[in-house]
């Protein structure tokens, strides 16, 4: 039943994000986390929280729509820990010195490769930022349905890179935000929303 209403969600938010033509991504929406109009406006933002400004190290999914964090956290001299897409070489390791002068191209899916080891022993993580489609004010989180952001975040459980009071956010547009995630058992739940307009601490 979860399975199919979220199916059902992600469906209704591709659809409206399609037909709103808000979404700046020239490729196809469904399967995907949207890349967002005022994604940067919501990174931004993100940036002047005291939580962010407290971090030394950011871990960030390869999405778009998050692709300005990730330069932030460069410029910002943070370093970066970044999930290779589909998970298919692990995490990758971005120095910010590694990076300097370059943070545009390493903040980027196919740049970070350059730029990156990989993570073999994960580093206190101070942050987590991870892409949604949709997100609710309890904290519940959507992907794109191949269960990428629930195992990024396991694992760094796991590896006892970040505990309970770990921001764990996802930045989003407001039309993403809906008014009940169906849950599963597995699914991890986030504790801060940023859209273009506004920071929701869960």
């Not at 990076?99 to 903040?107: D, F, I, R, T, V």
Request: hydrophobic residues 35%; contains cysteine; charged residues 30%.
């Amino acid at each position: 039943m979860d399975l199919k209403a979220k199916d059902k969600m992600r469906n209704d938010i591709w659809e409206t994000l399609e037909n709103m033509e808000v979404s700046q991504s020239k490729k196809w929406l469904h399967g995907r986390i949207p890349n967002f109009p005022g994604s940067q406006r919501a990174a931004a933002l993100l940036r002047a929280t005291d939580e962010w400004e407290d971090t030394e190290v950011i871990f960030s999914s390869p999405d778009t729509a998050q692709k300005m964090v990730r330069e932030y956290a460069l410029l910002d001299g943070k370093v970066l820990i970044m999930a290779s897409p589909n998970l298919e070489h692990g995490y990758l390791h971005i120095d910010p010195k590694a990076a300097e002068g370059n943070e545009k191209s390493a903040s980027t899916k196919e740049g970070a490769f350059k730029f990156s080891s990989q993570v073999k022993r994960f580093p206190r993580v101070d942050m987590v930022v991870e892409g949604s489609v949709a997100v609710d004010l309890e904290g519940g989180r959507l992907g794109k349905g191949k269960g990428y952001g629930d195992r990024e975040i396991t694992h760094l459980f796991c590896e006892n890179a970040i505990d309970d009071g770990t921001p764990i956010v996802t930045t989003v547009h407001e039309i993403q935000i809906v008014a009940r995630v169906p849950k599963e058992s597995h699914d991890r739940p986030i504790n801060m929303i940023v859209t273009p307009e506004r920071i929701i601490r869960l």
